[in-house]
């Protein structure tokens, strides 16, 4: 099991049990930690974006708005605790609505409570907020805009093989930074203001993941949200949504709703770019099938844009609806099939060396088992292996070998998950002991019995010094 030392120094005693969470798009790792108090820790590797999150955290939730609770962050931001929000996100929520095209009465509610949220978030949020602390900038500029029309016209434009003028497409790149910088005012935008970054806990709206926000215009995180690309909102319900949120807007900020849809139509079409840029990336250069599958619903949106020109844009407009008509974007087309994650698990004698790693990878974890108490010193074992139960009780009872086991569960379950997520083959894991007969072979039993349990991976597992191979 992982060690937390901080949540013992916040709560007084270590965590009950660790449970390693699904990786997500970044590179934080997420663990739920149960204990005097069950929370979520957080370790991440840039510590400018922990620093950004946890200093927001807390000022939001001085402002009265909906986030986790910061518990406690070590002093170089490289890891902190968060209220434990449960396992519900808004996006979870909707699925049925998502799948059947109609959401219900209940989904609807949810949608409704969300977007009068927002207001509050954009304004209260932005009151006395230090945007200095924001992660990667401080404000949404003409840099951050050239950023995102270049991930589209990279990541995304240049994978289709169209030929197409970069200088005037530059051209409509300028107009469209100037259009919507014009927009520019002291709130806060969320910038991933979408309803996977929103958790239910008792069926109220939870802010989750806003430390990429900065100073910014109100509209982006409309499109953001409504434009979503595979909620596919009926035109009717996001039009009611947007209703919602502009009544919620007055107490701040009064805007005709004529004069809002004008805008809100070029932060869509830019949120749109964005969208396909990031999932190009994600897609076709990191390899990820749910990204890739997602461009079709992206598409679906941009066809809808344009049925009313943008006139301000005329050679971007003229590109976009040749890229609406490809093929190649009307249905994702399946990635290249991979082998599924093939795991090693080996019990072996360090008297007769490490075993060999046949994938040529040169990798995997060898765990050494000899610190634990030895059933072979004791003459009611020496005959019998870690298979047979007077040793697995013998083990069982003493207690160090589960600890240990512990500890090494966290490590595997984080590495496994992302070598699925990366589309690897390979993975080893080896425990030897002094005979490989008692503790070593328990230890790897277990392990692959663990691992076969929790991931759709194949799983190869070998007993070496009592010749013993299995496959799970």
Avoid at 16 to 23: F, G, Q, W
Avoid at 136 to 158: E, G, I, S, T, W
Wanted: charged share 20%; aromatic share 14%.
């Amino acid at each position: 099991m992982m060690e937390f030392p901080l949540y013992q120094q916040t709560f007084g005693a270590p965590p009950d049990s660790v449970e390693a969470l699904p990786l997500s798009g970044s590179n934080r790792r997420y663990f739920r930690l149960r204990g005097r108090l069950s929370c979520i820790a957080v370790v991440g590797e840039s510590l400018a974006e922990n620093r950004a999150f946890v200093l927001m955290a807390r000022h939001f939730k001085a402002q009265g708005l909906p986030v986790p609770e910061i518990y406690a962050c070590t002093d170089d931001f490289a890891c902190y605790l968060q209220e434990d929000l449960g396992t519900v996100s808004l996006y979870d929520a909707l699925q049925q609505g998502r799948d059947t095209g109609s959401y219900s009465d209940a989904e609807q509610q949810l949608l409704h409570k969300t977007m009068a949220l927002l207001p509050a978030v954009q304004f209260r949020g932005a009151e006395q907020l230090d945007f200095t602390v924001c992660y990667p900038q401080p404000a949404f500029d003409a840099r951050m805009v050239a950023f995102d029309l270049n991930y589209f016209k990279y990541c995304f434009l240049k994978t289709l093989g169209i030929d197409f003028d970069e200088l005037r497409l530059q051209d409509d790149f300028d107009a469209m930074t100037e259009y919507l910088l014009q927009y520019q005012s002291d709130t806060f935008l969320y910038r991933d203001f979408q309803a996977r970054n929103v958790m239910l806990k008792n069926d109220e709206p939870y802010l989750i993941d806003f430390q990429g926000g900065r100073r910014g215009p109100i509209y982006y995180d409309v499109a953001s949200f409504l434009w979503q690309a595979k909620a596919a909102y009926p035109t009717t319900l996001r039009n009611e949504l947007i209703d919602t949120y502009l009544q919620a807007l007055q107490p701040y900020c009064a805007i005709a709703k004529n004069d809002f849809m004008a805008a809100l139509r070029h932060f869509v079409l830019f949120r749109t770019l964005q969208v396909l840029g990031a999932y190009g990336f994600r897609g076709n250069f990191e390899r990820k099938p749910h990204f890739r599958q997602s461009i079709p619903f992206a598409i679906d949106n941009l066809r809808d844009l344009l049925q009313q020109p943008f006139s301000e844009y005329p050679y971007l407009t003229e590109l976009l609806r040749r890229i609406t008509q490809l093929p190649a974007v009307q249905h994702a087309e399946p990635l290249a099939p991979r082998q599924r994650l093939l795991v090693r698990v080996f019990s072996f004698s360090y008297k007769k060396g490490i075993p060999d790693d046949v994938s040529g990878n040169g990798g995997g974890y060898v765990f050494d088992c000899r610190a634990t108490h030895n059933p072979g010193r004791y003459a009611p074992y020496k005959t019998l292996t870690g298979l047979d139960e007077p040793v697995i009780k013998f083990l069982e009872d003493d207690g160090e070998i589960l600890a240990f086991l512990n500890h090494i569960y966290a490590l595997a379950d984080a590495h496994v998950a992302r070598y699925i997520e990366r589309g690897f083959t390979d993975l080893m894991f080896a425990f030897g002991c002094t005979g490989g007969q008692h503790r070593s072979v328990y230890c790897a039993e277990h392990l692959a019995e663990h691992l076969h349990a929790k991931f759709d991976v194949d799983i190869r597992l070998e007993h070496r010094e009592q010749h013993i191979v299995r496959t799970l």
